[in-house]
């Protein structure tokens, strides 16, 4: 948890921290995280080897990081919409399904942009 008192770099040091957790966690609990984990394993270092300058290595890159934080979110949302039980409501089967939504338009954006930068240029 945050520690409001906390200023300059201890609070830096602190946020880094739970961002490393955050990142465990995905790992740990999530299984979609760590396909994708693994599919940037391999994306990302062919994005800079194919991308032909900086702006095509940033959008091939950025796409495959983009698909990790959407699913990072998703698994958020997904975990607050369980923490408040597991009974059947509309609001709640409505922000898990559009944090999926957002998953697979991140993962179609991805295609789309690896497909222009490598064949349509």
Known sequence: MADRGNK?????IK???????????????EAA???????????????????G??????LLVGSV???LLIEIL???IEAVVDRFGDEQHE????????????????LALMAVVWVLVLFAG
């Open 91 to 106: 609001l709640s089967g409505r922000a898990k399904d559009m944090a999926s939504a957002a998953v697979a338009l991140a």
């Open 33 to 51: 995280f760590r396909q994708e984990l693994w599919l940037a394993a391999v994306m990302i270092p062919l994005g800079l080897y194919l991308g």
């Open 15 to 29: 946020a880094s921290g739970y961002s490393w957790q955050g990142l465990c966690a995905a790992w740990r609990h």
């Open 65 to 67: 990081l983009l698909v």
């Open 53 to 58: 300058n900086g702006v095509e290595k940033a």
């Open 8 to 12: 300059g770099i201890i609070r830096i």
């Open 74 to 76: 998703n698994s958020a």
